[in-house]
């Protein structure tokens, strides 16, 4: 049995009906039509759950104009091609219509059917691989990125728990915001700590009590980010990660490194996001509570994204975690750990905020046929316990 063909989707967008109708007639043997009068529609629409494969739109509308249109199109539907069908001839409305709303191409009016069905095959064609690159960078590069640091998560607990526990705070973070390319923002989360593993053992193990570091260590530890950046820097398609690591300590307000003279927005986003996660993390690891870690951030708000700390506040990390312990034959994929896993002995299996995984569960199963076995019950974060109740 023959599978039947997908048409293209495609949202045409004009403040004419009669000439949405005529281009509804003109294009419906190639492609699956909708329309939409005036732009506040045509974003009503792209709230469907399927994006269009290509966004087509009118210059000159009432209210809000082809530019603000495609503009907000490009953010509310990042995939799609997006295309301006115009009669208006200013070169300058032209230019910024096509840098604001990222538009792939152009077409005048009056325009004949073969000549307009022509540009749509090549929009959906670069729907296509844009569609296509964006699953190989947050699918298959994701997956590797992934078995990398479970790998390394095994040599270096303590750096790895601390990126897990971070990875947390990112996500409740990025949840509250409309972020491009968040693949990239949560994958240099992840691999910020890979630094670390040029650091000796015993520099590593006081990571999470830097007043023990002596002033060589501590030069070491500085050095972390740039191993890091060096790290990714040879993965292809990894340029914004490591962006993301070269800022990691730069404050908005400029201040910290590199020392480069630029501040605020021109920071690279994920940069920024990173620097609050980590500094949020380190204030946690002291002993602060997250009460006293909020009010601790916002006193040092310069240094901060005001954005991310306002979607900071709006998530429930911000508030009293919940947990509750089990045996170690119910750890689960997925679970997070609210405290750190030691064996009987008070050995550092596994430290706090690490999520599990398969690896970690046969790891720890290893560790419990020794004879110090492992400390149970292990501590886990519970979302499902109500607010202020802790077991």
């Not at 679970?335 to 046969?362: F, H």
Request: charge should be negative; charged fraction near 25%; glycine fraction near 6%.
């Amino acid at each position: 049995m023959t599978t039947p063909v997908t048409r293209p989707r495609i949202l045409l967008v004009d403040d004419e009906p009669n000439l949405l109708d005529g281009l509804r007639r003109q294009l419906r043997k190639e492609f699956t039509v909708e329309t939409a009068v005036g732009a506040a529609k045509g974003l009503f629409a792209m709230k469907a759950v399927d994006p269009f494969e290509v966004i087509v739109s009118d210059f000159l509308m009432p209210g809000i104009n082809g530019a603000e249109f495609l503009a907000a199109a490009a953010k509310a539907s990042p995939t799609s091609t997006r295309m301006l069908l115009t009669g208006h001839t200013s070169l300058a409305d032209a230019a910024a219509t096509v840098n604001r709303g990222h538009v792939f191409r152009m077409v005048l009016k009056p325009v004949d059917t073969e000549t307009m069905i022509e540009a749509l095959h090549d929009c959906v064609a670069q729907h296509r691989l844009v569609v296509a690159e964006r699953e190989l960078l947050e699918q298959t590069l994701r997956g590797s990125v992934k078995a990398l640091t479970d790998v390394l998560s095994l040599s270096s607990p303590l750096a790895f728990g601390r990126a897990a526990r971070m990875r947390r705070v990112a996500t409740a973070i990025l949840d509250q915001m409309e972020v491009q390319d968040r693949w990239a923002v949560e994958l240099a989360v992840d691999m910020s700590q890979l630094g670390v593993v040029a650091l000796p053992p015993s520099v590593a193990e006081k990571l999470d009590n830097p007043a023990d570091l002596t002033p060589a260590e501590q030069v070491m530890v500085d050095q972390l980010p740039h191993v890091a950046e060096q790290l990714i820097s040879g993965i292809p398609r990894m340029a914004p990660v490591a962006d993301a690591i070269r800022y990691c300590r730069k404050g908005y307000d400029g201040s910290g490194t590199p020392k480069d003279g630029i501040s605020g927005h021109q920071i690279p986003f994920a940069g920024r996001l990173l620097r609050f996660v980590q500094d949020h993390d380190s204030l946690i690891m002291h002993g602060l509570s997250p009460t006293v870690t909020l009010a601790t951030l916002r006193a040092s708000e310069d240094e901060y994204d005001p954005e991310v700390l306002e979607a900071f506040e709006a998530t429930s990390i911000s508030e009293t975690e919940k947990v509750r312990g089990i045996a170690l034959a119910d750890l689960q994929v997925g679970m997070a750990l609210a405290a750190p896993v030691r064996n009987k002995a008070g050995m550092l299996l596994v430290n706090a905020g690490q999520e599990i995984t398969i690896s970690l569960i046969t790891r720890l199963k290893n560790f419990a046929a020794l004879e110090d076995g492992v400390a149970e019950p292990l501590m886990i974060i519970d979302e499902d316990l109500g607010p202020d109740m802790i077991r």
